[in-house]
């Protein structure tokens, strides 16, 4: 029930960056590719579980991928993310979506598996797990972005400013290097391109949130 408009009561400025999303399945689970995942999913209906943090974009991944894929796949809400990876490593859990951050250790070590990535280009952390597309899913091209937003009406020479100092500090290895540890990819975008990818975001996901079955809390 926001009181306001997400575009019109806001000024975009400048793209920050994206987090790619993995899917990740127990490696006791006998696939290595999404097509692989789905037929055994589906050979052992209700057998497997996918856990999540409450409220979040992995549940919104996970309940969109068994609507599109039609696996019957056991739903186990969370109230945090960081519990489900631990009941996933403990063989309760055996699908899971999260971030490179979170994941990367543990795919690397062999304990989970990735299977695919939610950007539309590979993860430069994992580039020999396909993505979303590849795999034969492009409505799971999903990501969380974040970016920075003016108050609407900000004169546009103020957001131009804004854009251009926060674009330059964006280039500079200690901050690309800092928020690669908490698993993001930056984006240095004109105010033009930001502001037209918010426009399709506020259209692309609600469709998204219904088909999951996902409610505000």
């Known amino acids: 029930n926001l009181d306001y408009d997400p575009v019109k009561s806001f000024a975009p400025v400048a793209m920050l960056a994206y987090s790619p999303q993995v899917l990740v399945i127990a490696a006791s689970v006998p696939a290595t590719t999404v097509r692989e995942f789905v037929t055994y999913a589906k050979a052992n209906p209700g057998q497997l579980n996918f856990?999540?943090?409450?409220?979040?974009?992995?549940?919104?991944?996970?309940?969109?991928?068994?609507?599109?894929?039609?696996?019957d796949i056991a739903s186990i809400p969370y109230k945090g993310g960081a519990q489900a990876i631990t009941d996933m490593l403990g063989?309760?859990?055996?699908?899971?979506?999260?971030?490179?951050?979170?994941?990367?250790?543990?795919?690397?070590?062999?304990?989970?598996?990735?299977?695919?990535?939610?950007?539309?280009?590979?993860?430069?952390?994992?580039?020999?797990?396909?993505?979303?597309?590849?795999?034969g899913l492009p409505e799971l091209a999903l990501t969380f972005s974040a970016g920075l937003l003016a108050p609407a009406g900000t004169p546009a020479d103020i957001i131009h400013k804004l854009n251009f100092e926060t674009n330059e500090a964006m280039k500079t290895p200690e901050l690309t290097a800092s928020m690669a540890k908490l698993g993001f990819e930056r984006q240095i975008?004109?105010?033009e391109n930001y502001a037209a990818f918010l426009v399709e975001e506020m259209r692309r996901w609600p469709p998204i949130v219904k088909a999951a079955g996902v409610k505000p809390e």
């Open 51 to 71: 856990g999540f943090g409450l409220g979040t974009l992995p549940q919104i991944l996970g309940e969109s991928f068994k609507a599109v894929t039609g696996a």
């Open 91 to 135: 063989g309760r859990i055996q699908m899971n979506f999260g971030t490179t951050a979170t994941l990367l250790p543990l795919i690397q070590q062999g304990k989970v598996r990735a299977l695919a990535v939610t950007t539309q280009a590979r993860s430069k952390d994992l580039p020999d797990v396909p993505t979303m597309v590849e795999s």
């Open 189 to 191: 975008w004109p105010t």
